[in-house]
């Protein structure tokens, strides 16, 4: 397959193209939908937690939660394509401790880019946020693990099911030659 093609789940895979697709390539157009739907369930999940933490308000801790969700969107998807190139070039499998690597430097990377916003939202000391966004980590830690682990799985019967229509397809058409 030339290297200018990736096959990914939104572009379906003919019977005139190599018929491997790995596992882990991804379009933009996929990428931005795992991104967005991580952040809206999170979105879902935090901002009560936020609430809880801060004593701040509903209107102002969703706001919050939608900035960070944004930030978050971009850095997944960067951090996220960076993690595919790194597993292509060295060719290691995604068990659970390289999921668990996975999630811990997705959510460190995260700290450093959102401290500072936090602090500045709720008016408070770089300290003091990075204390509010530990207790967030503490949530979405286990959450981007299995929130990626569920992905992967549902993703991986997708694609599955795409190669067997795609097979079935051309052995119809070839029937009919």
Sequence with gaps: M?????????????STQNTHLSAY?????????????????????????AMWLTGKSAGSMAALSA???GMATLWNMIFNWVFDRLQQR????????????????FELGLIVLVVPVVAWWI???????????????????PY???YNLIYDKVR????ARRRYTTKQRARAEHAND
Excluded: Y
Aim: proline share 6%; net charge neutral; charged share 10%.
């Design 156 to 159: 991986t019967l997708i694609v």
């Design 2 to 14: 030339p290297p200018s093609h990736t096959p990914s789940l939104d572009q379906p895979v003919n």
């Design 123 to 141: 008016n408070s000391s770089l300290w003091q946020a990075l204390i509010l966004d530990i207790g967030l980590v503490l949530f979405f830690l």
């Design 90 to 105: 060295m060719g290691f499998e995604r068990t659970m401790m390289v999921r668990l690597i996975h999630a811990c430097s």
């Design 25 to 49: 390539q991804r379009s933009v157009k996929e990428r931005l939908f795992h991104a967005v739907l991580f952040e809206i369930l999170g979105i879902a999940f935090a901002t009560p937690l």
């Design 67 to 69: 900035v960070i969700s």
């Design 144 to 146: 981007t693990f299995i």
